[in-house]
């Protein structure tokens, strides 16, 4: 069995149980948030730091920020017609 068989079926079988590994990566969320209650940071550099979730819910804006700044901005000036490149001189 080559390694590329073993990857698409593993892919595959992933794929299918779609609604178990979100559920997981979101436990795996929520546990990293109740970690943060116990573990505090040793220096703060700003006042928000100290607040329970702060670096979570931060993540989530940024990366929710960058998805809609790629897809409103950075997408139309990069994207091209279909035969943009198929031109004959």
Avoid: Q
């Amino acid at each position: 069995m080559s390694l590329t068989t073993s990857l698409s079926r593993l892919l595959v079988k992933a794929r299918d149980n779609a609604p178990f590994w979100k559920k997981a990566l979101f436990a795996a969320l929520g546990l990293l948030v109740v970690i943060n209650v116990f573990l505090h940071p040793h220096h703060a550099h700003f006042a928000l730091e100290t607040k329970v979730g702060f670096w979570a819910l931060f993540g989530v804006v940024v990366s929710v920020a960058m998805v809609l700044v790629l897809k409103k901005i950075i997408y139309p000036l990069i994207n091209k017609p279909e035969a943009f490149y198929d031109r004959s001189e």
